[in-house]
């Protein structure tokens, strides 16, 4: 067992990562050879992401083991890194090219709880409950590596991608407060504290974590084993503090070393630590946990070091995308770098689009107006002005989406007194986030309906396993995923183009971005000569009847645009109206009034209907 980042084992995994090789992998009765390193996709905007919560997505060997698949369980329910190998074609038909795994590393052994993997107690090892036989991993952790190694291998094989989700914030509950326990209040001096032995008791002998410490004790790698790499300050401020009951580490404590100066000891051994996992496992990208409460100039380094690792091996379009959970401002301050600033690293490639989270899933429930997310767009333009990335304009990457495993609430909502009430808007909200700027990326178990809700995490947490048909290939929501994922494949425009929110107009002479509730959100998608254009009714009651303003000049040759997608089955047929005579009047998104000729679509939608639609050329 690996216990120390410098661990000559550690080196020569990084060595042999530069020593490109073929594998072989059977894959449905095939064997199937592969580069490994696996070559980066050229434009992860060609990647839709499939976000998969380990032990509770599939575990083909027994069912959940809290019994009801959508209960609040709180303990591990039993999912494994099987379980996902054996449903990678499931992902893939459904038209996903990625997936994110929630985290892989080991936690703390004595707490049943962590099952989401965000407590990590050893760095260097992989989750023995995430194995087909979990005391056999115990046991034998290569058993386990294993098994990870192939469902990434066999991702892989299949043409798709993997993203690690990992943590540089925190560790698990690795030492109690003294006289608190596993939490305490917040204070601006460190605390006395007890390091965890092996069952996870706290040792009034250990005020410091002791070097030959068992492997299931205290933390690792070994040069973590340290006070100081720890704020001990309790819960509170989460720049300074603990997240709830897992320990803060001390990203920021540097030491000055005689020749090269300031040295950063915990932020090199999260460094190292990623490098091996990158070198070891062959991921294709980090989702980064907790990104917001780390160091803004760690984050840069950070970016940047596992990037030029990463090309150093051949993986040349490595992804890092960070989840800081606020507004534009904030994520400015994480993602890339500003070109104001003298350095030559680039940080992290982009972010979790919260922005976009706070509005589209009540803008297409008809709870805000369309103009909201035009307003966010606008100022993110602002705000990201001085920001570039390694992949070019930062948020064209973002990585978006309708809800997450941090939620307490599913997007699909059923109304107990009418079930199926809502379920349009499942397929307007997918097409909404296939069509708008970025990558995106779907919550496991959407495609078979589920819609927890409650005042636990867990709500929305299911053993989608456990739920009857649970891989139904045939769902409605799955079949409309399938086919927008499918339009947003062939369609360049939708994951290149330029994007332009329309006015929209009942009468063909009043235009102007839908500024109330349940309103008509419009948008196109430009590149060259294409544009696709993206209409949604968010009403719930009410038919809409209307304009649709189109791109005056790229449209002069236009014969028309055709219909690509609608999820009511008797859509109504879209017609080019020109209006080169009759002079509209166009509110444009800085209250200014435009006049002239128009271009646009005459349209007519029931309620919660999306059309996705494109001009002939």
């Known amino acids: 067992m690996i216990t120390s980042v410098n661990d000559p084992l550690i080196q020569v995994c990084l060595d042999q990562a530069r020593k490109p090789r073929m594998v072989t992998v059977e894959v449905n009765g095939k064997s199937v050879s592969l580069p490994r390193p696996f070559p980066s996709p050229e434009d992860w905007r060609d990647i839709p992401i499939y976000f998969a919560m380990i032990d509770r997505f599939n575990n083909p060997a027994s069912g959940p083991k809290g019994g009801l698949w959508n209960t609040a369980y709180s303990g591990f329910q039993g999912g494994t890194f099987e379980g996902i190998r054996q449903r990678l074609d499931y992902i893939k038909n459904m038209g996903f090219r990625a997936i994110w795994l929630s985290p892989v590393l080991k936690n703390c052994a004595y707490n049943p709880y962590t099952y989401h993997g965000y407590g990590i107690q050893n760095f260097l090892a992989i989750e023995p409950r995430f194995s087909s036989n979990p005391a056999k991993a115990r046991k034998d952790p290569n058993f386990v590596e294993m098994?990870?190694?192939?469902?990434?291998?066999?991702?892989?094989?299949?043409?798709m991608y993997v993203i690690f989700d990992i943590v540089l914030n925190h560790t698990g509950d690795v030492?109690?407060?003294?006289?608190?326990?596993?939490?305490?209040?917040?204070?601006?001096?460190?605390?006395?504290?007890?390091?965890?032995?092996?069952?996870?008791?706290?040792?009034?002998?250990?005020?410091?974590?002791?070097?030959?410490?068992?492997?299931?004790?205290?933390?690792?790698?070994?040069?973590?084993?340290?006070?100081?790499?720890?704020?001990?300050r309790g819960q509170g401020?989460?720049?300074?503090?603990?997240?709830?009951?897992?320990?803060?580490?001390?990203?920021?404590?540097?030491?000055?070393?005689?020749?090269?100066?300031?040295?950063?000891?915990?932020?090199?051994?999260?460094?190292?630590?990623?490098?091996?996992?990158?070198?070891?496992?062959?991921?294709?990208?980090?989702?980064i946990d907790t990104l917001k409460f780390v160091e803004p100039d760690f984050a840069l380094e950070f970016g940047n070091d596992i990037r030029e690792y990463a090309l150093s091996i051949g993986k040349?379009?490595?992804?890092?995308?960070?989840?800081?959970?606020?507004?534009?401002?904030?994520?400015?301050?994480?993602?890339?770098?500003?070109?104001?600033?003298?350095?030559?690293?680039?940080?992290?490639?982009?972010?979790?689009?919260?922005?976009?989270?706070?509005?589209?899933?009540?803008?297409?429930k008809g709870q805000l107006p369309p103009t909201r997310l035009a307003e966010m767009y606008a100022y993110r333009h602002k705000a990201q002005r001085g920001i570039i990335s390694s992949q070019g304009e930062a948020s064209n990457y973002f990585v978006t989406f309708l809800d997450n495993h941090d939620?307490?609430?599913?997007?699909?909502?059923?109304?107990?007194?009418?079930?199926?009430?809502?379920?349009?808007?499942?397929?307007?909200?997918?097409?909404?986030?296939?069509?708008?700027?970025?990558?995106?990326?779907?919550?496991?178990?959407?495609?078979?309906?589920?819609?927890?809700?409650?005042n636990q995490l867990e709500y929305v947490r299911e053993a989608l396993w456990g739920k009857p048909d649970a891989f139904n290939e045939s769902h409605p929501f799955y079949q409309a995923i399938h086919k927008i994922a499918a339009i947003r494949a062939t369609q360049p425009a939708l994951r290149y183009g330029r994007l332009y929110f329309r006015p929209v107009s009942g009468d063909g002479i009043h235009f102007g971005i839908s500024k109330t509730v349940e309103g008509v959100l419009a948008y196109s998608r430009l590149l060259s000569d294409e544009e696709v254009l993206i209409v949604a009714n968010t009403s719930v009651h009410s038919v809409w009847e209307g304009h649709v303003l189109v791109d005056y000049d790229l449209n002069a040759r236009t014969p028309g645009y055709e219909l690509l997608y609608c999820n009511h089955e008797a859509a109504a047929e879209a017609h080019l109206v020109e209006n080169p005579d009759k002079i509209s009047s166009v509110l444009l998104e800085d209250g200014t009034i435009s006049t002239g000729p128009t271009r646009a679509v005459k349209i007519k939608m029931n309620p919660m209907e999306i059309q996705i639609l494109r001009n002939r050329i």
């Open 147 to 159: 098994e990870l190694e192939r469902l990434v291998e066999d991702a892989h094989a299949r043409g």
């Open 175 to 232: 030492f109690e407060y003294t006289g608190f326990g596993s939490t305490a209040p917040w204070v601006r001096e460190p605390y006395r504290v007890a390091w965890r032995d092996a069952n996870g008791s706290p040792r009034s002998d250990w005020p410091e974590p002791p070097l030959d410490a068992p492997a299931d004790a205290a933390v690792l790698p070994i040069e973590l084993r340290r006070n100081d790499f720890f704020r001990r």
């Open 237 to 287: 401020d989460q720049t300074n503090g603990d997240f709830d009951s897992l320990k803060e580490l001390a990203t920021n404590y540097f030491e000055i070393d005689p020749v090269y100066g300031a040295i950063y000891p915990v932020r090199e051994t999260l460094i190292r630590i990623y490098q091996y996992l990158l070198a070891r496992f062959d991921p294709d990208g980090y989702r």
């Open 316 to 364: 040349k379009n490595f992804f890092t995308f960070g989840e800081v959970y606020d507004n534009e401002d904030m994520i400015s301050r994480y993602i890339g770098r500003n070109t104001s600033e003298s350095t030559d690293m680039v940080g992290v490639d982009a972010a979790l689009d919260f922005p976009l989270f706070f509005r589209l899933p009540d803008v297409v």
């Open 407 to 454: 939620q307490y609430h599913r997007f699909y909502f059923v109304d107990p007194e009418n079930p199926n009430k809502y379920d349009d808007q499942v397929a307007m909200g997918i097409g909404c986030l296939f069509t708008l700027l970025g990558i995106p990326c779907l919550y496991y178990g959407t495609e078979q309906g589920l819609f927890g809700s409650g």
